[in-house]
């Protein structure tokens, strides 16, 4: 459940995210969930929800939006760009558990379809971000 | 935003003292003293872990004689404990695959790792730096500020200038150095000592080249009966000796 982990991560870095825009309540917090970690979707989403402490008045009715990113790879060698299909061409199961929890080891697995070179950038989809954190900012006290 | 950096003071909470074993130069034996500082700890009484940061060529677990596939998880990953020491490694994802890995994807595997591994309570979290101050030890000093340096060196005239520069690199960072110490001293020595000295870094012990330790690999029991493991625990108890004390020297 390593999925809980990464949870917990997003919701306190909203947190901090909210205090530091000076937010009293945030109302939504966006995650974007890139498909090269292979996250369990429901089980991501379960989690957010545990996760939220019930002392943290800032978070209550929160509402988690989740929003999914392909994966892009550029090979540094012969600057050929691939995704999704290379991703699924990694069979095993253990390689792909390997990916899931730490993405960069796609450099074992993966290689460019182009030139076979396991020299690659991963332009986007690589894991978790916080991609937005939206909610009320909290005016102070009225002028007298 | 990246949302893992807010997650690792939290995970490392539980953990009293965070040291890196570092050396500017590879093949000197950080990998062996790391785990040996580990295990020498652990065999003390004290809850010890040990991370290995040499993505590439993690070796750690082969000192303490670990192996095998995917730690359990729970609410994040839980250390493989071997001998005592809890240990988290690349190999226990990767097996023997090569994962061929640039700056910024050494930077966003050791944010995973910090940020999805449950340490617990610990005394103290072993580093195992990879060579050079480059990626790895940068980002040790930027993302966990209280890690304190132990750098290791041996007499070889290749090595000290190194290390003379890795002093004067972590005193720039405002980095805490612990102290400083000699492996694979055969004859004579004292050079590493003179250079602790004339850097203001404290000097933590030397470690004799010990031709049985290679046979020991792998198997703590006969590790423990080296002489080199003995320099290590004494090694260990001047480091836990001197809680507190680590600071940066002035700069030179």
């Given at each position: 459940?390593?999925?809980?982990?990464?949870?917990?991560?997003?919701?306190?870095?909203?947190?901090?995210?909210?205090?530091?825009?000076?937010?009293?309540?945030?109302?939504?917090?966006?995650?974007?969930?890139?498909?090269?970690?292979?996250?369990?979707?429901?089980?991501?989403?379960?989690?957010?929800?545990?996760?939220?402490?019930?002392?943290?008045?800032?978070?209550?009715?929160?509402?988690?939006?989740?929003?999914?990113?392909?994966?892009?790879?550029?090979?540094?060698?012969?600057?050929?760009?691939?995704?999704?299909?290379?991703?699924?061409?990694?069979?095993?199961?253990?390689?792909?558990?390997?990916?899931?929890?730490?993405?960069?080891?796609?450099?074992?697995?993966?290689?460019?379809?182009?030139?076979?070179?396991?020299?690659?950038?991963?332009?986007?989809?690589?894991?978790?971000?916080?991609?937005?954190?939206?909610?009320?900012?909290?005016?102070?006290?009225?002028?007298? | 935003?990246?949302?893992?950096?807010?997650?690792?003071?939290?995970?490392?909470?539980?953990v009293?003292r965070i040291v890196?074993?570092?050396?500017?130069?590879?093949?000197?034996?950080?990998?062996?003293?790391?785990?040996?500082?580990?295990?020498?700890?652990?065999?003390?009484?004290?809850?010890?872990?040990?991370?290995?940061?040499?993505?590439?060529?993690?070796?750690?677990?082969?000192?303490?004689?670990?192996?095998?596939?995917?730690?359990?998880?729970?609410?994040?990953?839980?250390?493989?404990?071997?001998?005592?020491?809890?240990?988290?490694?690349?190999?226990?994802?990767?097996?023997?695959?090569?994962?061929?890995?640039?700056?910024?994807?050494?930077?966003?595997?050791?944010?995973?790792?910090?940020?999805?591994?449950?340490?617990?309570?610990?005394?103290?979290l072993?580093l195992?730096?990879?060579?050079?101050?480059?990626?790895?030890?940068?980002?040790?000093?930027?993302?966990v500020?209280r890690t304190e340096?132990?750098?290791?060196?041996?007499?070889?005239?290749?090595?000290?200038?190194?290390?003379?520069?890795?002093?004067?690199?972590?005193?720039?960072?405002?980095?805490?150095?612990?102290?400083?110490?000699?492996?694979?001293?055969?004859?004579?020595?004292?050079?590493?000592?003179?250079?602790?000295?004339?850097?203001?870094?404290?000097?933590?012990?030397?470690?004799?080249?010990?031709?049985?330790?290679?046979?020991?690999?792998?198997?703590?029991?006969?590790?423990?009966?080296?002489?080199?493991?003995?320099?290590?625990?004494?090694?260990?108890?001047?480091?836990?000796?001197?809680?507190?004390?680590?600071?940066?020297?002035?700069?030179?």
């Amino acid at each position: 459940m390593h999925e809980f982990a990464l949870a917990d991560a997003v919701v306190k870095a909203a947190v901090r995210a909210a205090r530091e825009a000076g937010m009293a309540r945030i109302e939504a917090i966006t995650v974007r969930v890139g498909e090269l970690q292979q996250i369990e979707r429901d089980l991501f989403e379960f989690s957010l929800t545990e996760v939220i402490p019930a002392a943290e008045p800032a978070l209550q009715g929160v509402r988690f939006v989740v929003e999914e990113e392909p994966v892009r790879f550029r090979c540094r060698v012969c600057e050929r760009e691939f995704g999704t299909p290379d991703l699924d061409r990694v069979e095993d199961a253990d390689d792909r558990e390997a990916i899931h929890f730490l993405p960069e080891l796609s450099h074992a697995y993966i290689r460019c379809p182009g030139c076979g070179s396991p020299d690659f950038e991963i332009l986007a989809g690589r894991g978790i971000s916080l991609a937005r954190v939206e909610g009320d900012t909290d005016p102070g006290p009225a002028p007298g | 935003m990246d949302p893992r950096a807010a997650a690792i003071d939290d995970r490392l909470a539980g953990v009293g003292r965070i040291v890196a074993v570092t050396g500017s130069k590879g093949g000197i034996g950080k990998s062996v003293i790391s785990s040996s500082l580990a295990l020498a700890w652990a065999d003390e009484g004290m809850a010890v872990g040990l991370l290995d940061l040499d993505f590439t060529s993690p070796s750690d677990h082969v000192v303490l004689g670990g192996g095998g596939r995917f730690p359990t998880e729970e609410f994040g990953v839980d250390p493989v404990v071997l001998a005592g020491v809890r240990t988290m490694s690349v190999a226990y994802f990767s097996g023997d695959a090569a994962a061929p890995m640039r700056g910024g994807d050494v930077t966003n595997t050791l944010l995973e790792l910090l940020a999805i591994t449950r340490w617990g309570d610990l005394d103290a979290l072993v580093l195992d730096l990879p060579p050079g101050l480059g990626d790895i030890a940068l980002d040790v000093v930027r993302l966990v500020p209280r890690t304190e340096f132990l750098l290791l060196g041996t007499a070889s005239r290749v090595v000290i200038g190194s290390v003379q520069r890795a002093v004067r690199l972590l005193v720039e960072l405002r980095a805490p150095i612990v102290g400083m110490a000699e492996n694979l001293r055969r004859d004579g020595g004292g050079e590493v000592e003179a250079l602790a000295a004339g850097s203001g870094v404290p000097f933590l012990g030397a470690v004799p080249y010990d031709p049985a330790l290679e046979d020991a690999l792998g198997d703590p029991g006969r590790l423990r009966e080296t002489d080199f493991f003995d320099a290590v625990r004494r090694i260990g108890r001047e480091v836990a000796g001197r809680a507190g004390t680590a600071t940066s020297p002035p700069g030179r």
